[in-house]
């Protein structure tokens, strides 16, 4: 008699499409890639798919890349021929994915073991176009641990069908990044990074280029990303000409493209406190600049052209006025 195959019901499962497709950009981050890796894999969710994008590292990342998920079909590794930046390498990811759901996650962070199945069942119970949760600070020395018991747990949840409610959040939820929620994938549609960004400022405009499509949009205070704090980290690393060049490019492409999408009173919030934050990035704290003062001030007077100042506070036009005029 014939005997039925065992091995059937595995490939089917590894066949069926994903539920979340979670992105992983890397860049030279053979030291934290293995521990972003591990909190995929300890996912309570089992039906992911991660697509590890390397763009052109240097270092020994494919290595560790390549040891960490060689037995495990899930992942994908795509790898660039030259290094073009995060914003080509996330494109490369979102027209690879094949989730309901994307996750975008930084090479150098984490996830919680319960993030994937957490911000899924917040979506699917909210009927969300995207689900975000909160992020833990970690230090560099941070190593990922699975937690077993890990289990589904939403702590104080909100949905509301004014995407603008999100674009600003107090600082606990740490503003807009994309790394702490997930989205439908045709919610984001066609929708890609703008290239332009290399290292920064990607994902808050991606954001406001998605968000006014929003029906609903929903957060939780649960913890579902460690995100760690390094030297070398975008966010929180030293000043470099880089940290600017993406000022006036975010500007310009809000002022040529998104006004009509938000209201008059969502864009007068938004311009006075980035306004400010520019303001206390390039004037205020100069010791943070080091050698970088002048293509600070630079990036601040090119951005002054692309600001609406009907939006802004008395002060904040005059300053701005101010500033064009040294030009």
């Not at 979340?20 to 969710?45: E, F, K, M």
């Not at 975008?104 to 119970?125: I, N, R, S, V």
């Not at 740490?174 to 990607?202: A, E, M, V």
């Not at 406001?208 to 760690?228: F, G, N």
Request: proline residues 3%.
């Amino acid at each position: 008699m014939k005997r039925e195959r065992t091995d059937l019901p595995v490939r089917v499962i590894i066949d069926m499409r994903p539920v979340v497709s979670i992105i992983i950009p890397n860049h030279n981050y053979a030291q934290y890639i293995g521990d972003a890796i591990r909190s995929v894999s300890a996912q309570t969710l089992k039906n992911w798919e991660c697509i590890i994008i390397d763009d052109a590292s240097t270092d020994d990342s494919v290595a560790v890349i390549r040891r960490h998920i060689k037995s495990d079909p899930r992942f994908r590794l795509i790898r660039m021929k030259m290094q073009s930046g995060v914003s080509v390498a996330r494109n490369a990811g979102l027209d690879a994915a094949r989730g309901e759901y994307v996750a975008f996650l930084d090479a150098d962070d984490c996830y919680t073991d319960a993030a994937m199945e957490t911000l899924l069942h917040l979506a699917k119970t909210t009927g969300a176009d995207m689900a975000g949760g909160r992020s833990h600070n970690v230090h560099t020395e941070f190593k990922f641990i699975p937690n077993r018991k890990a289990q589904v747990a939403i702590n104080n949840f909100a949905a509301t069908g004014n995407p603008s409610d999100f674009l600003l959040l107090s600082k606990q939820f740490n503003w807009c990044w994309i790394w702490r929620r997930i989205y439908r994938r045709d919610f984001i549609g066609k929708n890609r990074f703008l290239p332009q960004f290399k290292t920064f400022g990607d994902d808050l405009c991606f954001m406001l280029d998605i968000c006014h499509r929003a029906k609903i949009c929903a957060e939780c205070d649960t913890v579902c990303v460690y995100h760690r704090i390094h030297t070398n980290a975008i966010t929180t690393g030293e000043f470099d000409n880089y940290r600017f060049e993406w000022f006036p490019v975010y500007f310009q492409h809000i002022n040529e493209t998104l006004l009509d999408k938000y209201s008059s009173a969502f864009w007068r919030r938004f311009f006075r406190a980035t306004f400010g934050y520019l303001l206390i990035e390039t004037v205020i704290n100069p010791k943070r600049l080091n050698k970088c003062h002048a293509a600070a001030k630079a990036a601040l007077i090119k951005s002054c052209a692309y600001i609406p100042r009907r939006y802004l506070r008395l002060k904040q036009r005059i300053i701005c006025w101010f500033l064009l005029c040294l030009k």
